[in-house]
């Protein structure tokens, strides 16, 4: 079975602080996605990387950067976390090509003070 | 831009009955695919539409894909509490493979 984790199932960080979340995939995917999740607007895609030091934006990547310096860990860093930045956030990956489903890990609700 | 319509947000049903959710793109999609994500839980995968006016089936549920390959239905026939959670469509479109566009997701609830 496809397997992602996440580092944190909870998080609770002050505003200004550096946060990393970090997401680990085991089945050699090669994309890989951040996503938050807010009430009533869905997942929202921040950013996705398809390679190795490789990355995208996406819908949402204001106040937020990204790291793939290994194929199976994918990296979120909110430079200086803001309360707007309350939210879960999910990892997912999936392999290249247009048929295949995205696995999503277990998500972190991260919580901005 | 690019936008997948997902109606309706909730709904609530009586064990038994039956539910939709439907999905409309303005422009052709490559294909679609749905999820479910039970309460607390995170987005599981359910099924892919790729031909334009496939049906597939899984036991309960209907996979419909509109023959322009813009819209799509997700039919669950006399939903059971096991069904409750949020289902969401997610299309591809041509020329970006990579990513999906997401509904906003329909979120289930079944009074037993």
């Known amino acids: 079975d496809v397997k992602v984790t996440q580092s944190s199932r909870y998080l609770v960080k002050r505003t200004g602080e550096k946060v990393f979340l970090e997401c680990v995939q085991d089945?050699?995917?090669?994309?890989m996605f951040w996503y938050r999740q807010d009430p009533g607007l869905g997942l929202r895609l921040i950013y996705f990387s398809y390679d190795v030091k490789m990355k995208e934006k996406g819908d949402i990547p204001e106040g937020y950067s990204v790291s793939r310096e290994k194929k199976e860990r994918f990296s979120l860093i909110l430079e200086s976390a803001s309360t707007n930045q309350t939210s879960m956030y999910l990892c997912a990956s999936s392999s290249e090509g247009a048929s295949y489903e995205q696995y999503f890990g277990p998500g972190t609700r991260l919580t901005v003070t | 831009g690019q936008q997948v319509m997902q109606i309706p947000q909730y709904q609530h049903v009586q064990e038994g009955e039956d539910f939709t959710t439907y999905c409309n793109s303005s422009?052709?999609?490559?294909?679609i695919q749905w999820y479910k994500q039970r309460p607390g839980g995170h987005p599981v995968f359910l099924i892919q539409?790729?031909?334009s006016g496939e049906v597939k089936k899984q036991k309960r549920l209907t996979f419909q894909f509109g023959e322009a390959k813009k819209n799509s239905s997700l039919h669950i026939t006399a939903t059971q509490t096991t069904d409750v959670g949020t289902y969401f469509c997610a299309g591809r479109y041509a020329g970006n493979n990579r990513k999906l566009i997401w509904g906003l997701g329909t979120s289930l609830a079944v009074n037993p």
């Open positions: 422009t052709t999609l490559s294909n």
């Open positions: 539409l790729v031909k």
């Open positions: 089945m050699d995917h090669e994309n």
